[in-house]
């Protein structure tokens, strides 16, 4: 079904909250001390939501931090954004997450990760949570927490809640060929799929998200796709663009915004931010499309994973002074 | 009783193996983001052993680390020092401790730890622990696991080993005041004096770790001390330099060495380590006072808590080649 519209309350996810610290030199691992910048605030889903509330949505996030320096950041720069806070717990023992990242000459990268060892393993339902679930209007799901068991209760919970009142739910699949391997994870990708209305995989994603081998057709997974009900599958291409298809029938497609890319993490989750948002508010698929090609493009370009993203008005001024890519393939 | 020979076989130590960022302006706090440079090799025993190990001195570290890069760095950099490291155990969960350092205006630092909450805090006695230990000529313990249980079980354990077998015990107490109104935490520092062969308190420590009210004089506390039935107590004065107390009578001074302080921390552990390093070897008091100061001082020149530790030559050429500062108090 179409997006519940952004009068029935917030979209909200739930999943890590981070800090997140990026060396400045190009080069491979963490053998010897080198220069990095941080912490920046940071988690998929946190970066999805300050796209979101920044473009005009409601947004209210539900995770865990830390009763430390890195955990008041996240809250401070979320509170700052205008994301209701209310779901986060402060866990009195372990610390926020961390994220250290090295970008490698060929654009991949290395990690350090403290994840599901910190604070936002031990997210549970507690009051604070059942009521922000419980005036939702549509829930955003990252990949990541599908293979984290008590996430995925939660946020299984959560769709059930957020469904039942008429909401609606995305799923951004964030998948790693890691993932496949794992039976649990793979059943759960499933199980995901059944209750999702937006699908936002990456190009290379969407096969892996309907389980298909490479063979297949991008056509064929769609229409796969389409009959478990979802309703909108938006593909984000990077330099390509991005294409929205809707089972009612239409193809959409916007090209990329020509920029110089600092740091490409949190392009996807300022992408989906964007979008959700946008389409929530009512605008088109075609409008919806430009703006979040416009957020990811903008957050590449600044340092940190949600650095970048934009106001409606910032993307605006955005739009009407930068480039598209013109691609031929 | 004086220290074990170094022939007796390695100083062991147990305790926190971390990867230590630090931030490169002065300022409060991690409110947003600034420049750092990390990951340094860290954790007070480790600086300690590899100080001891570089000054000549056989060493061992008993610890955890995650299986991640941090513990690749800090299992290389002991390895390249000559730090046996069959007793650091490679957690298969948890990430390797992390610590991020920012010095304020006023010299105190502010910190954001994952310490007991990662690999550090999950260690156990296994047979490979076991294995070090009962080589073990001498045990150095750092105040810091006097407030974490299991790593206090694993303490008493390994000390009463390596007593047993004739070896000797030093203890660092780095204590904060916190520790004192944590009555478990109290009652762990006198079981640790009573097993305590030399002590190696800061200035302002001494009667904190005598547990006796700031009236008293230093020589009540030492007095106390030997009481206790520790021989040796050796007093880090920074600036003021140190003094050694003798039970069997004695009182030496050296005077600290003028150098442009880069980083404080790790400044204590490389003097603890040279200091045990150069008495198991034969050195007199006199001698051993100034290899610690030097080993202290030339660490604080370099960014990172282990990055300056000195081998003998290196030491006794910053000797011959520095300035000591003249106190009158």
Redesign the interface.
């Known amino acids: 079904m179409p997006l519940a519209p952004d009068s029935l309350e917030p979209t909200i996810s739930i999943g890590e909250i981070l ?1 997140e ?1 990026v060396a ?1 030199t190009i080069g491979s ?12 605030p940071s988690g998929a889903p946190t970066s999805f939501l300050v796209q979101c509330s920044r473009i005009g949505g409601s947004a209210a996030m539900i995770g865990a931090v830390g009763d ?3 955990g ?2 996240n809250l ?1 720069r979320m509170k700052r954004e205008g994301v209701d806070v209310s779901g986060i717990t402060v866990d009195p ?3 926020t997450g ?1 994220a ?1 990242v090295r970008y490698r000459p060929d654009g991949t990268r ?1 990690f ?3 994840l599901w ?2 604070a936002a393993g031990r997210l549970a339902w507690t009051d604070a949570v059942d009521a922000v679930v419980s005036r939702a209007g549509h829930l955003h799901v990252v990949g990541t927490v599908l293979g984290v068991p008590a996430l995925w209760s939660m946020v299984e919970r959560a769709a059930q809640k957020v469904r039942t009142r008429g909401g609606t739910v995305s799923f951004d699949p964030n998948m790693r060929k890691e993932l496949q391997s794992d039976r649990k994870t793979a059943a759960r990708v499933y199980a995901m799929l059944a209750m999702t209305d937006l699908l936002l995989p990456s190009g290379d994603e969407l096969l892996l998200a309907a389980v298909m081998p490479p063979q297949n057709s991008e056509e064929q997974a769609i229409k796969y796709l389409f009959s478990l009900g979802i309703s909108e599958i938006v593909i984000k291409r990077g330099a390509h663009g991005s294409t929205a298809y809707q089972m009612a029938g239409g193809v959409s497609h916007a090209p990329a915004f020509a920029v110089e890319e600092i740091d490409p993490t949190g392009a996807g989750d300022c992408f989906g931010g964007a979008y959700v948002a946008t389409r929530r508010l009512g605008l088109s698929v075609d409008q919806a499309l430009i703006y979040a090609n416009a957020a990811g493009a903008r957050n590449v370009t600044r ?2 994973p949600m650095e970048g993203a934009g106001s409606r008005s910032e993307l605006d001024a955005f739009i009407a002074g930068t480039e598209r890519i013109t691609c031929s393939s």
């Open positions: 800090a610290v400045t691992g963490f053998s010897e001390p080198i220069p990095m910048i941080g912490p920046f430390d320096a890195f008041q950041l401070e023992d372990l610390p961390t250290f290395d350090v990760f403290n060892t910190s340092r940190g």
